[in-house]
Structures are given as structure tokens and as C-alpha cells.
Nanobody, 122 residues
Framework: QVQLVESGGDLVQAGGSLRLSCAAS????????MGWYRQAPGKQRELVADITSGGSTNYADSVKGRFTISRDNAKNTVYLQMNSLKPEDTAVYYCKVELKLFSSNVRMYDYWGQGTQVTVSS
């Protein structure tokens, strides 16, 4: 079984910064894409950023230039550095990892973290 543990969510003022972390543990062969999603009240869950095993990144237009996603493969951990936070960034942030459980199986499986609350006040 695979577990994802998220941390770093908090209440901050507009213009502040936070760093989210998500660590994967358990038995698996490899991790492919790691990403962050968020869901605000009354809104659909949306992709914030993701990063491939090769280091290629993708960002939502709303966070480009402010957020940076990175990963530490030795620690099976993905980070989201959030700068210049705005009230509209307020949401529950979820970590998602796409991984292979076995080397002989090409199928990828998605696992989700428990979510961490980010609240940005005006």
C-alpha cells in the first residue's frame, strides 16, 4: 500500500509565502508524475502544478510566476513553494502521485493525499 502525507498548510496574509510538502511511502516501483491540485468552496478541483520524473513542469496560468513545484526523488517528496499569495489562492490543496506498483506492469496508479488547508487573508 502507498501513503501520501501532506504538510505545510496554514493561515497567512496576502503577499506571504508557504511551502507545502508531500511525501510518499510504502511499496512501489517508481513514481512518474507528481502534482498539486486545489479545491475552493463551491469550485471544481483544479490542477495547480505538476512535475514529471524528468523534471518537466506545468503550471496553471493563475499561479505562473508565483508558485514553484519541485521534487526530491531520493525522499519521494514533492514540494510547492507558494509566494505572493492572494486571497483567491485559498483552498484545500491535495497532492497527487502517479506511480507504478510493479516493474512488470505498465499501468499507472493515482494516489491522493489527505489535503492541507491554505487560507490567505486580505
Amino acid at each position: 500500500q502507498v501513503q501520501l502525507v501532506e504538510s505545510g498548510g496554514d493561515l497567512v496574509q496576502a503577499g506571504g509565502s508557504l511551502r507545502l510538502s508531500c511525501a510518499a511511502s510504502g511499496r512501489f516501483f517508481s513514481i512518474n508524475v507528481m502534482g498539486w491540485y486545489r479545491q475552493a468552496p463551491g469550485k471544481q478541483r483544479e490542477l495547480v502544478a505538476d512535475i514529471t520524473s524528468g523534471g518537466s513542469t506545468n503550471y496553471a496560468d493563475s499561479v505562473k510566476g508565483r508558485f514553484t513545484i519541485s521534487r526530491d526523488n531520493a525522499k519521494n517528496t514533492v514540494y510547492l513553494q507558494m509566494n505572493s499569495l492572494k486571497p483567491e489562492d485559498t483552498a484545500v490543496y491535495y497532492c497527487k502521485v502517479e506511480l507504478k506498483l510493479f516493474s512488470s506492469n505498465v499501468r499507472m496508479y493515482d494516489y491522493w493525499g489527505q489535503g492541507t488547508q491554505v487560507t490567505v487573508s486580505s
